[in-house]
């Protein structure tokens, strides 16, 4: 995961101070073919390239609405993909139009056509990445994560289809994104197991007359062999 931090600081969500305590993890995408994160985050950092319309969400109300998220994912000014941090992680964002705004860590997907495969698997990855950073940060389980028209169907979230409109095309659900996440989960926790040493002796020789066998360990202890001992049958 690539995640770097542009806090907007400007936007009213921001502005209006309110916390929550997060219990899960609400995936977004922007419904708008554009890919680029200085369409939502700005202003230029150096890396996300500039915005010539200056519409991106660091301002009161970006277009009039009342819209504010946790994070973006999409791409910078070269090419590569990136998350964006713009909320602080507990800081209550304006993302589900609904009771999750209360509960919920909402990030959005920077959308395209939705048809590069190349695209939407970079950035489902860098999702996956992320919530399996936030799921340690929080104390989540995969089954802590839906998209909007999951909130939408539970009655926490305004009507919307994303992410089950994009992630099918591509052979993907939010049951697979769990899946991988919880993956990703188990694979951290596992113990790693210590390894054990293994000592191999040396037996220099067997006497039947202890004071040969005496002679011969003075002779080994001088050589600077200091842990040699006698052992007897």
């Known amino acids: 995961m690539n995640l770097r931090k542009l806090i907007l600081t400007n936007n009213a969500c921001y502005r209006a101070g ?7 993890i609400m995936v977004h995408s922007t419904g708008a073919n554009n890919p680029n994160l200085k369409r939502y985050v700005g202003p230029d950092d150096g890396l996300l390239g500039k915005n010539q319309y200056n519409n991106h969400w660091n301002q009161d109300k970006p277009g009039g609405r009342q819209v504010c998220v946790h994070a973006f994912i999409g791409k910078l000014a070269d090419g590569s993909i990136a998350t964006y941090q713009t909320l602080p ?10 009771a999750a705004n209360n509960t919920h860590i909402g990030f959005e997907i920077c959308e395209d056509g939705l048809t590069d495969a190349s695209y939407f698997s970079a950035v489902y990855k860098e999702a996956v990445e992320l919530c399996v950073y936030l799921c340690k940060l ?9 998209c909007h028209s999951e909130g939408y169907r539970r009655g926490i979230a305004s009507n919307h289809a994303d992410v089950m409109h994009w992630f099918p095309k591509h052979g993907k659900s939010m049951d697979t994104f769990r899946a991988e996440v919880k993956k990703l989960l188990s694979a951290e926790n596992k113990t790693v197991e210590p390894v054990k040493k293994k000592y191999y002796r040396v037996q220099i020789g067997a006497y039947s007359d202890k004071s040969n066998a005496n002679a011969q ?3 080994a202890k001088k050589a600077g062999f200091t842990d040699a001992f006698i052992k007897y049958d």
Do not use: V
């Open 18 to 24: 309110r916390t929550i305590k997060p219990k899960g």
């Open 89 to 98: 992680w507990n800081h209550r964002g304006w993302h589900a139009g609904g």
């Open 138 to 146: 929080y104390g989540f389980s995969e089954r802590d994560i839906i």
């Open 217 to 219: 360990l003075a002779k």
